[in-house]
């Protein structure tokens, strides 16, 4: 498929460290703003009108011939461009590139849009920079904050404030879209499928069913700086043995709850070699098949790690800095994108415990999700892949969502105001 590979190599070297492999596509970093100038590109080759909303997000419209006025009713695909450390190619830019190459699948099939379409690239959904996933979704649903995500800091000190100016734009803007609801009638984001599932089952593509409860904790140990070579063991107060136990706790904790737990995320303090640890901020991931799961997992993880540190004489202070609840995409949505996907034979229904800007979006519009099969199951590092072959088969599956839900159906909303 000419269209999506075109795309696809446009991208592949932006932001990408020689030395991993990886992608270090950080929110409003220059990769990031590269990123964001290829989108603006691609919406203008297509004659697509392009945005930058109040927080960040891009949105490229294409409206139906002598629509006026503002949007309504839309179809919306998309996902992010922004990666992890060293992550893969596929995470958040397969969305975006698939659906620009949908974009010109349907062109290609004389198909005329009767609702508008937008493409649109949600800004910092992994929260690699600054903490906080989905920065750009969760403000627009008014799930986070704007005086909160302004303060947000990442690893230099710098706030998002402050690289919202260096990257000319204006801070005091970010809040709660009021049109969201009014402009997307439904918002389906394509996914490289972060697990294994799918090539367990030898399918390429899959329907999402639900999104697991997940949330981030931060676990902060405080204890006393010494020499590592003059203070004996007995004299020591070394946060590092108690963040030890909680990676410990932490695993057998999810496994005795069918959960995953995850300290992926470490700040020492002095972070010497040859001295003891004053303090240590670690970052638990947590996911569960449902809420109350993963309200006692993280309980559990709390509970006997705070035992232990009270036993040793370190300090522990545990910080909720961002919870989600679980997702269920509305059935009807989920099962007219089935029934469309029918001519492509079994189409396999399924959860997943990754988080997602469509499970943000949730709470305010239809949303529903395809994921694309990942042989390896491997996501979140250079090893992430999709074969070619079926990254055109979702690009393909989305054009045919797209064509059938806007020529298809009741009549679109007026769009004169």
Same mark, same amino acid.
């Given at each position: 498929?000419?269209?999506?590979?075109?795309?696809?190599?446009?991208?592949?070297?932006?932001?990408?460290?020689?030395?991993?492999? !990886?992608?270090?596509?950080?929110?409003?970093?220059?990769?990031?703003?590269?990123?964001?100038?290829?989108?603006?590109?691609?919406?203008?080759?297509?004659?697509?009108?392009?945005?930058?909303?109040?927080?960040?997000?891009?949105?490229?419209?294409?409206? /139906?011939?002598?629509?006026?006025?503002?949007?309504?009713?839309?179809?919306?695909?998309?996902?992010?461009?922004?990666?992890?450390?060293?992550?893969?190619?596929?995470?958040?830019?397969?969305?975006?590139?698939? %659906?620009?190459?949908?974009?010109?699948?349907?062109?290609?099939?004389?198909?005329?849009?009767?609702?508008?379409?937008? @493409?649109?690239?949600?800004?910092?959904?992994?929260?690699?920079?600054?903490?906080?996933?989905?920065?750009?979704?969760?403000?627009?649903?008014?799930?986070?904050? /704007?005086?909160?995500?302004?303060?947000?800091?990442?690893?230099?000190?710098?706030?998002?404030?402050?690289?919202?100016?260096? %990257?000319?734009?204006?801070?005091?803007? $970010? !809040?709660?879209?009021?049109?969201?609801?009014?402009?997307? &009638?439904?918002?389906?984001? $394509?996914?490289?499928?972060?697990?294994?599932?799918?090539?367990?089952?030898?399918? =390429?593509?899959?329907?999402?069913?639900?999104?697991?409860?997940? &949330?981030?904790?931060?676990?902060?140990?405080? &204890?006393?700086?010494?020499?590592? !070579?003059?203070?004996?063991?007995?004299?020591?107060?070394? /946060?590092?043995?108690?963040?030890?136990?909680?990676?410990?706790?932490?695993?057998?904790?999810?496994?005795?709850?069918?959960?995953?737990?995850?300290?992926?995320?470490?700040?020492?303090?002095?972070?010497?070699? *040859?001295?003891?640890?004053?303090?240590?901020?670690?970052?638990?991931?947590?996911?569960? %098949?449902?809420?109350?799961?993963?309200?006692?997992?993280?309980?559990?993880?709390?509970?006997?790690?705070?035992?232990?540190?009270?036993?040793?004489?370190?300090?522990?202070?545990?910080?909720?800095?961002?919870?989600?609840?679980?997702?269920?995409?509305?059935?009807?949505?989920?099962?007219?994108?089935?029934? @469309?996907?029918?001519?492509?034979?079994?189409?396999?229904?399924?959860?997943?415990?990754?988080?997602?800007?469509?499970?943000?979006?949730?709470?305010?519009?239809?949303?529903?999700?395809?994921?694309?099969? *990942?042989?390896?199951?491997?996501?979140?590092?250079?090893?992430?892949?999709?074969?070619?072959?079926?990254?055109?088969?979702?690009?393909?599956?989305?054009?045919?969502?797209?064509?059938?839900?806007?020529?298809?159906?009741?009549?679109? =909303?007026? /769009?004169?105001?």
């Amino acid at each position: 498929m000419r269209c999506f590979d075109t795309l696809w190599d446009e991208i592949l070297e932006v932001g990408r460290a020689p030395a991993t492999g !990886g992608y270090r596509r950080f929110a409003w970093t220059d990769a990031d703003m590269t990123l964001r100038e290829w989108f603006t590109g691609c919406a203008a080759q297509r004659g697509m009108q392009v945005e930058a909303d109040r927080n960040g997000n891009l949105w490229a419209w294409w409206l /139906p011939p002598g629509w006026t006025g503002d949007p309504t009713g839309a179809f919306v695909t998309g996902s992010h461009l922004d990666s992890v450390p060293d992550g893969g190619a596929y995470d958040g830019p397969l969305g975006v590139v698939s %659906a620009f190459a949908a974009v010109d699948l349907v062109r290609e099939r004389g198909v005329v849009p009767r609702r508008p379409v937008a @493409v649109v690239a949600f800004s910092d959904e992994e929260g690699a920079r600054f903490g906080v996933a989905c920065i750009g979704s969760q403000l627009s649903t008014g799930a986070l904050a /704007p005086e909160r995500a302004l303060g947000l800091r990442d690893s230099d000190g710098i706030t998002l404030a402050e690289a919202l100016r260096a %990257a000319g734009r204006d801070p005091g803007g $970010l !809040g709660a879209d009021p049109a969201l609801a009014r402009r997307i &009638g439904v918002f389906v984001e $394509l996914h490289v499928e972060q697990g294994r599932a799918l090539d367990l089952v030898d399918r =390429p593509l899959a329907v999402a069913s639900s999104i697991w409860p997940h &949330g981030r904790w931060l676990f902060t140990f405080t &204890g006393e700086a010494n020499h590592a !070579g003059a203070t004996r063991l007995v004299d020591r107060r070394d /946060p590092m043995l108690s963040y030890a136990t909680a990676v410990h706790t932490a695993r057998h904790a999810a496994e005795l709850h069918a959960a995953v737990a995850t300290f992926g995320k470490l700040s020492v303090l002095p972070n010497g070699a *040859n001295a003891i640890a004053s303090e240590i901020r670690a970052w638990l991931d947590a996911r569960a %098949a449902d809420e109350p799961t993963l309200r006692r997992l993280v309980a559990e993880i709390g509970d006997r790690t705070r035992a232990d540190a009270d036993g040793s004489g370190i300090g522990l202070r545990i910080e909720a800095e961002s919870v989600t609840p679980i997702v269920e995409f509305p059935a009807d949505v989920r099962d007219r994108v089935s029934e @469309v996907l029918g001519h492509l034979g079994d189409v396999p229904v399924l959860p997943t415990a990754a988080g997602h800007d469509a499970g943000i979006l949730s709470a305010v519009v239809p949303t529903a999700m395809l994921f694309v099969r *990942n042989p390896t199951g491997v996501s979140h590092s250079p090893a992430e892949f999709a074969r070619p072959t079926d990254c055109h088969l979702g690009a393909a599956a989305l054009a045919d969502l797209m064509a059938e839900w806007t020529v298809t159906g009741p009549n679109p =909303p007026d /769009p004169t105001p």
